[in-house]
T-cell receptor, first 114, second 115 residues
């Protein structure tokens, strides 16, 4: 158990809908990262939050947004869903000790868009 | 900019044989390098990491990797494969500066261990 909790584990929804994925980082970790894992794109970095502030953006679509709340949990919002958004979405957290520390990954949320 | 190339999307070895998974990276800044393992329907678990210091790093489950700057490589090895090593392995790189802490992953190598 990495200490990173993601809910829900599975999500099935229809095209055009909006969903929210939730992530609770490890106790004490200030950074939260979101990654998408799909068969055609592999593992891709989406966005990084540090103590409530956005720090870096990767290949995140405009239909997707994220935020980190004062209690440090994070939510990834996916809207106007398309079939191609079906993927495994991972959240990871890391401590504030600098870049040399590793990221700890949650179990992921498997999103299926039908 | 950073990138990772994992040579061989599928590797098969016999139980007890040497495991060698190849990873080459590209980075414009001194890299931090990681190997993660993913078992079916699970998240990513860190096997080992290189940040600074000793270039031969040892990880969990008997795995080790050597950072070779001249070859821009970080290959993962294990002397003797076990059936439980069957999984997908990802090499990843991050920058050493605070603004580049996110991971860039390779495409992964699926390891099959044959009895």
């Amino acid at each position: 158990d990495s200490g990173v909790t993601q809910t829900p584990k599975h999500l099935i929804t229809a095209t055009g809908q909006r969903v929210t994925l939730r992530c609770s980082p490890r106790s004490g970790d200030l950074s939260v990262y979101w990654y998408q894992q799909s068969l055609d794109q592999g593992l891709q970095f989406l966005i990084h939050y540090y103590n409530g502030e956005e720090r870096a953006k990767g290949n995140i679509l405009e239909r997707f947004s994220a935020q980190q709340f004062p209690d440090l949990h994070s939510e990834l919002n996916l809207s106007s869903l398309e079939l191609g958004d079906s993927a495994l979405y991972f959240c990871a957290s890391s401590p504030p000790a600098g870049a040399r520390t590793e990221a700890f990954f949650g179990q992921g949320t498997r999103l299926t868009v039908v | 900019a950073q990138s990772v190339t994992q040579l061989g999307s599928h590797v098969s070895v016999s139980e007890g044989a040497l495991v060698l998974l190849r990873c080459n990276y590209s980075s414009s800044v001194p890299p931090y390098l990681f190997w993660y393992v993913q078992y079916p329907n699970q998240g990513l678990q860190l096997l080992l990491k290189y940040t600074t210091g000793a270039t031969l790093v040892k990880g969990i489950n008997g795995f080790e990797a050597e950072f070779k700057k001249s070859e821009t490589s970080f290959h993962l090895t294990k002397p003797s494969a076990h059936m439980s090593d069957a999984a997908e392995y990802f090499c990843a790189v991050s920058g050493s500066s605070g603004s580049a802490r996110q991971l860039t992953f390779g495409s992964g190598t699926q390891l099959t261990v044959l009895p």
